[in-house]
């Protein structure tokens, strides 16, 4: 039998997701209301500026004071799509104060003070859900958080930005350069004025601390999280991938060591062969790959931005919340048991591709690959091709330290044979 008094439900936030929350929230009610088990109320909107237009949006529940809305003491659940640090963290710790849940798609919030905001919820009795915060339509944190929770997850590798993997698939299909596919991006409205959280990895860098935490049960936070952007990817190093069978993609991963004593998270450019699942992955769509002890390989794959797609994230997070208000409970809150320490960068061990620009002469390859040999980097293949005085050589080597290859790349650059080094990437996804 369904409960007619309604659960009321506060929206903070009317942008792109926030307007589609509300406006399938309207739509949907009677749908929503048989699948709770209750009616939901959209009580009221909170917004910067009250007079701006929004179609679809009911005008007489916007206000622009969040706090009065959230602290107005019937409010069940808050979904906060706002978005930065504060005010958003004071209102969903005001909403907790409230006896209310909290539905959220601020990856930002969570990456920094996800475990003060879990244990806030805890306190209070409530949950705190946050499907919409990671890759967008995809169910992902869910099933990392309760599907897996009986099983061991050792890696998770993924492209968590749709606005990078867009520009990267342009440079790799169409041979433009960055600023060239950046222009197109922001044209289509895949990437903002100011794209600098995209394109330098700030974006995927809390993704991977928020996929990282939930996987190995452990605290992570963005600035665990080693991070490089693709601002610096160029055509030739595009090209060098295809000419080795790869594409560029700018990763999310996060590894739990051999020893099973650490943990890594970390963002950056690479080469993946095209034979693995995520070099297919176009466009501006995201796809994680999660490894697993007993479940083995698994692939996540869909749209992973947007205002439809993120509010189809918050409405089954608010779905899920109100249910369990309903029955008196909370969800699966924070699981930190582990508490396994991130090592730095400096450690972590992969392949990388190493572009020089050199003197075409003899003896120039042993004296390169000697640099190698002295800081126990091994190559695996070099390509060399020479004109005119000039050459080029390309060395991939076998699983090294950054701090080995950063090491062999200062003694390279002290080599007078050696007029560049043009480019270092890594290389993942064997």
């Known amino acids: 039998m ?62 622009t004071d969040a706090e009065a809305l959230v602290k107005r003491g019937d409010i069940d659940v808050v979904i906060e799509v706002v978005g930065g640090i504060e005010p958003s963290k004071h209102l969903i710790l005001s909403a907790f104060e409230q006896g209310a849940s909290v539905v959220s798609a601020n990856k930002a919030l969570l990456a920094k003070d996800g475990t003060e905001l879990h244990a806030a919820a805890a306190a209070a009795g409530v949950d705190l859900y946050y499907e919409a ?90 600035a665990d999280v080693y991070r490089e952007g693709l601002t610096e990817v160029t055509a030739a190093d595009i090209a060098s991938a295809k000419a080795m069978g790869c594409v560029v993609k700018l990763l999310a991963i996060c590894e739990r060591a051999a020893d099973g004593e650490s943990v890594t998270a970390r963002v950056h450019p690479a080469m993946i062969p095209l034979s693995h699942p995520l070099a297919s992955v176009r466009e501006a769509y ?38 369990n208000k309903l029955a008196g409970a909370t969800g699966p809150g924070d699981s930190v048991y582990t508490r396994l320490p991130a090592k730095p960068m400096d450690e972590v061990v992969t392949r990388y591709h190493v572009s020089l620009d050199v003197d075409d002469r003899a003896g120039v390859l042993a004296q390169v690959a000697s640099v190698f040999a002295e800081h126990g980097v091994s190559i695996d293949t070099v390509r060399q091709q020479g004109r005119d005085g000039d050459a080029s050589l390309v060395v991939v080597t076998h699983r090294a330290t950054d701090a080995a290859l950063s090491a062999t790349v200062d003694k390279l650059r002290a080599l007078d044979s050696v007029r560049d080094v043009a480019s270092i990437m890594r290389v993942e996804g064997e």
């Open 286 to 323: 995201n796809a994680v790959f999660v490894e697993a002890e007993a479940a083995g390989r698994l692939m996540f794959y869909g749209p992973g931005a947007g205002g439809a797609p993120t509010a189809s994230a918050v409405l089954g997070d608010l779905v899920a919340v109100c249910r």
């Open 133 to 222: 915060a990671v890759a967008g339509a995809i169910p992902l944190l869910r099933p990392l958080r309760e599907s897996l929770a009986g099983d061991r997850v050792n890696r998770v590798l993924g492209i968590v930005n749709g606005t990078t993997n867009f520009i990267l698939d342009k440079m790799d299909s169409t041979g433009a350069g960055y600023s060239e596919a950046l222009e197109e991006a922001t044209a289509l409205g895949y990437a903002e004025a100011d794209p600098t959280a995209d394109v330098e990895g700030f974006d995927a860098a809390a993704k991977a601390a928020i996929l990282a935490g939930i996987a190995f049960h452990t605290k992570v936070t963005a």
């Open 2 to 63: 369904m409960r007619t008094r309604p659960l009321k439900v506060a929206l903070l936030g009317c942008g792109v997701v926030g307007s589609e929350v509300a406006r399938i929230m309207t739509t949907d009610a009677a749908d929503l209301a048989a699948r709770i088990g209750a009616p939901v109320e959209l009580a009221g909107i909170a917004v910067r500026r009250a007079g701006r237009p929004r179609p679809g949006v009911p005008e007489h529940l916007l206000t």
